[in-house]
């Protein structure tokens, strides 16, 4: 089985002028489309060559597994995304948020902060255990939390190439971006299933 590059929701310069095309071109363009060209040479001829992503991810180790969890952390990433994202969530999602944080605002600060003070290249997850709960999980390089059974809602990626062309090395100018595209209606459906 030959896997695909995920194909985004939005064109190229459907995020901007929070995120540049330029900076899609480079992240999805090169970056997400190096890991899927990366998996199906790593896996021909293997064990994996029939399994789906999310099962290679959770089987998998060494190069395979991150270049599979990096194909579906940015699949996953680009649909937290949306042109018509950002404010504050709604419904479920927002009692959900309020019941596990605080308020919408403490869940906030606590995100950001998380994804400003990470070190190095990884993953901000927001994630739903086995008893409904929420929590933040903090990723260094290709990590998931699905790899260990944990149900993702929401991620927002802080590695460089994920911000560079548009903000340089200021991780908080990117973040205040991030906010105003988040894709609710996303989180929604994974709380939900």
């Given at each position: 089985m ?38 199906n ?7 994996f060559?029939?399994?789906k ?20 952390n ?37 995100f ?12 901000i997850w ?15 390089n ?5 790899k260990d059974?944990?149900?993702a ?7 460089e190439?994920?911000?560079y ?8 100018a ?17 709380l939900?299933?």
């Amino acid at each position: 089985m030959e896997h695909k590059l995920a194909l985004l929701p939005y064109p190229l310069d459907g995020l901007e002028p929070n995120i540049s095309s330029e900076t899609l071109e480079f992240h999805y363009g090169k970056h997400h489309a190096a890991y899927v060209t990366n998996l199906n040479k790593l896996i021909a001829g293997t064990e994996f060559s029939d399994m789906k992503l999310e099962e290679i991810v959770k089987k998998s180790n060494g190069a395979i597994y991150n270049n599979a969890a990096q194909a579906w952390n940015h699949a996953f990433y680009w649909q937290c995304l949306s042109p018509k994202g950002g404010g504050e969530p709604k419904g479920e999602v927002a009692q959900a948020l309020v019941k596990n944080f605080g308020s919408f605002v403490q869940f906030k600060e606590v995100f950001t902060k998380a994804a400003t003070s990470a070190f190095g290249s990884g993953w901000i997850w927001l994630v739903k255990d086995l008893d409904g709960k929420l929590g933040l999980e903090t990723k260094g390089n290709a990590d998931t939390p699905i790899k260990d059974g944990g149900k993702a809602l929401l991620t927002c990626d802080v590695w460089e190439h994920a911000y560079y062309i548009d903000h340089r090395n200021n991780r908080a100018a990117y973040l205040e971006e991030f906010w105003k595209l988040v894709n609710w209606k996303f989180v929604e459906e994974n709380l939900k299933s």
